[in-house]
């Protein structure tokens, strides 16, 4: 909009610029739903649902398949933050690209905002891929369905927050399943290392506080999901060289990775690229059913991520870890009820006698007539 003053008569001239003009390329129709360059507005919402879940599950679990891949290779596990290096180094590279497709091009979050979500984001997974080191798979997976459990704690005592019983509830079944899940590993895997839970639970906590910061200045400024990831991940990039450079991590790293260049960066390659296209069909998810859906679906990605974990990669097995795995499914299914109670609406036990009983009076006058 233009606005025009005239020195020699108090009138104002405004030009109202087209529909095309006016519109920002962060701010789209919501029937416009637009996933790695494909719109799927013109499709039913059901093939919407199976393309967004076929996306989800498919780029997810060879994301998950690959990252227990490269550090499978023999001597690998000391280098997972030269792994996050290069994962950064291709979001990085992957952001710009897609920042490249829309028409506006400027930076909108300060650069100061972008410095401390880049070290929350290096924390996040700078400490899940280091973690791989010392845990196996599965007992990692677990670790990321409980990021609950840190949220609620910072709640409680940053900002005072109360919670109901579902919530409370939600996180004693996810604390319970962890502490049985972990004993089981430490039971039966050879190569378990309490430095392992320590990390990974330090890369929770900074993920709890990532995704409220980014939600908030996401928000507050309408920036793109590309503008986040280019500078997110390449000030991080930046973070994580400075870092390695510093306790000289970055040229053992590379020695080793130019031995087999096509089990390390082509592996990682790979990973990158499947990360970066999952969380695509995630945000569609969100953004076309709501986070309810969203979050079952990725429930029964970790869950089947989890058992092709078994099925794919040897290691020792006890029906401890189904056990356990269920009070955190349980405890995962407590805090989205907890967040949908107007969507969703159980039956309470008084129900549930008056249901039964009427089912018997039915069937006893059936028998008598």
């Known amino acids: 909009m233009d606005l025009k003053f005239s020195s020699s008569r108090k009138h104002v001239s405004i030009t109202v610029p087209s529909t095309a003009q006016a519109m920002s390329p962060h701010i789209k129709s919501v029937d416009d739903i637009v996933v790695l360059g494909i719109s799927l507005s013109r499709f039913s919402k059901l093939t919407q649902f199976f393309i967004c879940v076929a996306g989800v599950f498919v780029f997810y679990l060879i994301y998950g398949y690959l990252q227990e891949l490269i550090f499978s290779v023999e001597g690998f596990k000391p280098y997972g933050w030269y792994l996050t290096l290069v994962q950064f180094a291709f979001y990085s590279i992957f952001g710009l690209i897609e920042l ?9 979050i300060p650069g100061k905002t972008y410095m401390i979500i880049a070290f929350l984001t290096v924390g996040t997974m700078g400490l899940s891929n280091t973690s791989l080191g010392y845990l196996n798979y599965p007992t ?19 900002q005072g927050k109360r919670y109901n019983v579902a919530d409370v509830s939600a996180a004693l079944c996810m604390s319970l399943g962890l502490i049985w899940f972990t004993l089981a590993d430490s039971t039966v895997a050879p190569n378990f290392n309490l430095t392992g839970v320590i990390l990974i639970s330090l890369a929770l906590c900074a993920d709890a506080v990532i995704g409220n910061v980014q ?29 390695l450079t510093c306790t000289s991590g970055l040229g053992p790293a590379v020695t080793f990775c130019s031995k087999d260049p096509i089990r390390t960066y082509g592996y990682a390659f790979l990973f990158s690229l499947t990360g970066y296209f999952g969380i695509s069909f995630v945000l569609a998810l969100i953004k076309i059913f709501g986070a309810l859906l969203a979050v079952t679906v990725t429930t029964g990605r970790k869950a089947m991520t989890i058992v092709l974990s078994f099925i794919f990669f040897a290691k020792p097995f006890t029906f401890q870890y189904v056990w356990s795995g269920f009070l955190v499914v ?10 949908n109670m ?28």
């Open 140 to 158: 990692q997976v677990i670790f990321k369905c409980c990021k609950l459990i840190p949220v609620m704690l910072g709640g409680v005592f940053i």
């Open 330 to 339: 349980l405890g995962i299914f407590l805090n989205v009820y907890s967040k």
């Open 215 to 243: 939600e908030k200045v996401m928000k507050l400024h309408n920036a793109s999901n590309s503008e986040m990831v280019l500078y997110s991940y390449s000030i991080g990039f930046v973070y994580i060289l400075l870092g």
């Open 342 to 369: 107007d969507k969703i609406r159980l039956p309470s036990p008084y129900d549930l006698i008056n249901k039964i009983v009427d089912l018997r009076t039915s069937r006893t006058l059936a028998q008598t007539v």
């Open 100 to 108: 490249q497709l829309i028409q506006d091009k400027r930076r909108r």
